[in-house]
């Protein structure tokens, strides 16, 4: 389990493809830290280590076609920004909400407005069962729990402050970049009990 709170930037140094696999390696800050078969998000999708260069600082990934179907790491290229998450260790501070690394769908940035001080940035995906949300409810963008508003059956805004907009990579989001979404877990076991 996840937080959606984003620990550092990952930088994808090398992608190969593997019959229907996507093995990602990824440069960070931490990456001496990890052992191999840790469940690591990465931009939102919890995949598994399956290497670790400590001297190269770079882990190893991959993604199954399942996943790749339903995320955007299709889009993936060296030199591409990812935020990064281990998983919540157990005697942690719970920051953010609920986050399981398990990506709904991918949605469509909008549009990103410059508000002098922060950042508002607009959402559209397909509408669907349990696909929901509510104002200010939670929502996890590429890996990072944010708090939604102007929601509608097919999108919503979220704001960003400066600290938000440093440390992850919405400072690289324009309109027109797919971005990977998870809905609140909450929010969809409710809708699926009422049929929605």
Avoid at 91 to 117: K, M, P, S, W, Y
Avoid at 145 to 159: E, H, I, R
Avoid at 163 to 180: A, I, M, S, W
Wanted: include cysteine.
């Amino acid at each position: 389990m996840f937080t959606g709170i984003i620990e550092t930037l990952g930088t994808i140094t090398d992608v190969r493809r593997e019959n229907s696999n996507i093995h990602f390696t990824v440069q960070s800050g931490f990456a001496q830290e990890l052992k191999i078969d840790q469940s690591v998000a990465h931009d939102g999708v919890c995949l598994t280590v399956v290497a670790v260069d400590g001297m190269a600082g770079t882990h190893v990934v991959t993604a199954i076609d399942e996943t790749l179907q339903k995320t955007n790491l299709n889009a993936w290229a060296p030199g591409r920004r990812v935020n990064l998450e281990r998983c919540l260790a157990a005697n942690g501070r719970f920051d953010g909400h609920i986050v399981q690394g398990h990506v709904d769908l991918t949605a469509e940035c909008e549009a990103v407005e410059d508000q002098n001080g922060s950042w508002l940035y607009r959402f559209r995906h397909e509408p669907g069962a349990g696909r929901v949300t509510v104002e200010k409810g939670s929502i996890c963008i590429n890996g990072t729990s944010l708090t939604c508003f102007n929601s509608t059956d097919d999108g919503f805004s979220v704001a960003i402050i400066p600290y938000t907009y440093e440390h992850t990579t919405f400072q690289d989001l324009q309109p027109g970049h797919r971005v990977n979404l998870e809905f609140d877990i909450v929010g969809k076991y409710v809708a699926k009990l009422l049929g929605k």
